[in-house]
């Protein structure tokens, strides 16, 4: 296989799927109701990839080193038949992950997991309901997202993650209930530092709890080895067991090993989530472009990668272009 390696000698490893840029939840910090309204011009069935252009993509993505593919969105378990999918991808030599809000879970999990799903990364920003209600401005609750864990845990969509963004002033108080909630469960909760992705936000510095408050509000922590380049988290082990990440994408940032590629639901391959601009696949795809084409295409894309945004953001770093998480896959 070829080994492609970007400017800063990064490989090719792992690729975020996009399966849909809808939600049935309105995250403040992700998708603001103000912004994503009922007025807002979602992408059309026709201008979004099939699973057959899905999966020949990730065929190409994985001759070229990619080993886990992670379905995202969006909220991913919104596109139908989303096990479909899920059933092509599982005949390659890949690991499949999937990150999602979990309130289809209940649904969905049995399918998805006898499709070949591996597992699930389940985001869930506070157990309070009144705090929970707040964040994500959708009528769902806590209850709906603790059913969703337990259908996916109940069907072996485990090692079970869960995805805490942490904001100043909003949640900061539910960390220690929601590693008290979920440590002894062999379920790592990973706090993630807000980041400024997308231009809908209105992200601000003093909005961010660092990893630094963040080791104050859970102490005794022991920092754990990588279990491989490129590990998204800092993994730490408790005091009474189980385990806590950090993703300090804003105050230690780890560009150096980022070996993320992302595919919007439009078909459009960004090496970077803080990207304004992809590299179009669809239309060339649905052009006639051969296999060998399109290879070409992705390789000179990755060889060309100078991406390190957040070894270099600024407080005033443009946002006026960024495209949103939830286009392009978190
Ligand atoms: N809807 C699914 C979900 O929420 O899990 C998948 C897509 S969502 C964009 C993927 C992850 O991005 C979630 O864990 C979410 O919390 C995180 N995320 C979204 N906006 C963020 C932001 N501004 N800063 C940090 N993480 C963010
Ligand atoms: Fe939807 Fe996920 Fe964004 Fe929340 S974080 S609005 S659930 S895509
Ligand atoms: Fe990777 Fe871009 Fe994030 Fe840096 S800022 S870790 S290059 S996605």
Redesign the pocket.
């Known amino acids: 296989m070829v080994e492609l390696r970007d400017t800063r000698e990064r490989p090719l490893r792992d690729l975020r799927i996009s399966v849909t840029d809808r939600?049935n939840?309105r995250?403040r910090?992700?998708m603001p109701r103000e912004v994503f309204g009922s007025d807002f011009a979602f992408l059309s069935k026709i201008d979004i990839l099939t699973y057959e252009e899905i999966d020949r993509l990730a065929g190409l993505f994985i001759s070229l080193g990619v080993e886990k593919i992670r379905l995202?969105?969006?909220?991913?378990l919104l596109r139908k038949d989303l096990h479909e999918l899920i059933s092509m991808l599982a005949l390659r030599e890949v690991e499949i992950a999937m990150?999602?809000?979990?309130v289809l879970l209940p649904r969905y999990a049995p399918a998805l997991s006898a499709a070949g799903l591996d597992r699930v990364?389940?985001?869930l920003?506070a157990l309070d309901e009144a705090t929970f209600a707040a964040i994500t401005d959708s009528g769902h609750t806590v209850a709906a997202v603790l059913a969703g864990i337990e259908a996916a845990e109940s069907v072996g969509l485990g090692p079970i993650k869960i995805?805490?963004?942490v904001k100043k002033g909003v949640n900061e108080d539910e960390l220690v209930d929601l590693v008290e909630r979920f440590s002894s469960r062999d379920i790592a909760v990973r706090f993630?530092?807000?980041?400024?992705?997308?231009a809908t936000?209105g992200?601000a510095m003093d909005d961010v709890v660092t990893a630094n408050e963040i080791r104050n509000i859970i102490t005794e922590l022991k920092p754990l080895q990588a279990q491989y380049p490129g590990e998204v988290a800092k993994r730490y082990r408790l005091p009474q067991g189980g385990e806590v990440g950090l993703i300090t994408?804003v105050t230690e940032p780890f560009c150096g090993d980022c070996t993320r590629a992302r595919l919007s639901a439009d078909g459009h391959l960004y090496t970077c989530l803080f990207a304004s601009q992809g590299l179009d696949l669809l239309t060339p795809m649905r052009e006639g472009a051969s296999d060998t084409d399109l290879l070409a295409l992705i390789e000179s894309c990755w060889l060309a990668r100078d991406d390190q945004y957040s070894e270099i953001r600024t407080e005033s770093s443009p946002t006026r272009t960024r495209v949103e998480?939830?286009y392009i896959?978190?």
């Open positions: 939600c939840m995250c910090y992700c995202s969105g969006g909220e991913p990150t999602t809000n979990g990364t389940v985001s920003d995805n805490t963004v993630i530092e807000y980041m400024d992705v997308g936000n992200w994408s998480m939830s896959g978190g």
